[in-house]
């Protein structure tokens, strides 16, 4: 995938980015399953990473190699950490345009209409009880 220092600078300037600490993940090593052979077998291969504050956790076991899998791990959780961010931020967002709609006044031109169509039917209304 990438050099291993690449991937520490890339990972450090993500974390600060999103300013996270480091203290706030967790990691957990496991023996892996399905192919791999005996490697798979008798090297704790699976990688668990976990973000102890919002309980978001991945497991990542698609590689032969722990540090692959490491690597792996904490792309996918930073990713879905920014794309949870980045869902609450546009909710929140949605709805603060929502209650601004809501409490926006109506247009004169549209308050008219609905006059207008009151006093119509009104005027139905009115006819209903008369004879003719």
């Given at each position: 995938m990438s050099l291993p220092a690449d991937f520490h600078t890339r990972?450090?300037?993500?974390?600060a980015r999103l300013g996270l600490e480091i203290a706030d993940f967790?990691?957990?090593?496991?023996?892996?399953?399905?192919?791999?052979?005996?490697?798979?077998?008798?090297?704790?291969?699976?990688?668990?990473?976990r973000h102890v504050p919002t309980a978001a956790a991945v497991t990542?076991?698609?590689?032969?190699?722990?540090?692959?899998?490491?690597?792996?791990?904490?792309?996918?959780?930073?990713?879905?950490?920014?794309?949870?961010?980045?869902?609450?931020?546009?909710?929140?967002?949605?709805?603060?345009?929502?209650?601004?709609?809501?409490?926006?006044?109506?247009?004169?031109?549209?308050?008219?209409?609905?006059?207008?169509?009151?006093?119509?039917?009104?005027?139905?209304?009115?006819?209903?009880?008369?004879?003719?």
């Amino acid at each position: 995938m990438s050099l291993p220092a690449d991937f520490h600078t890339r990972k450090a300037a993500r974390l600060a980015r999103l300013g996270l600490e480091i203290a706030d993940f967790e990691e957990k090593f496991a023996r892996s399953s399905g192919p791999g052979g005996q490697h798979v077998n008798k090297v704790s291969t699976a990688v668990t990473l976990r973000h102890v504050p919002t309980a978001a956790a991945v497991t990542v076991q698609d590689s032969r190699s722990q540090s692959m899998n490491r690597q792996i791990a904490w792309e996918r959780l930073l990713d879905a950490i920014e794309t949870k961010r980045r869902d609450e931020k546009a909710a929140e967002r949605s709805a603060r345009e929502k209650k601004r709609r809501q409490n926006a006044k109506r247009p004169w031109g549209v308050k008219q209409r609905i006059l207008d169509g009151k006093k119509r039917r009104s005027a139905v209304k009115k006819l209903r009880g008369r004879p003719i």
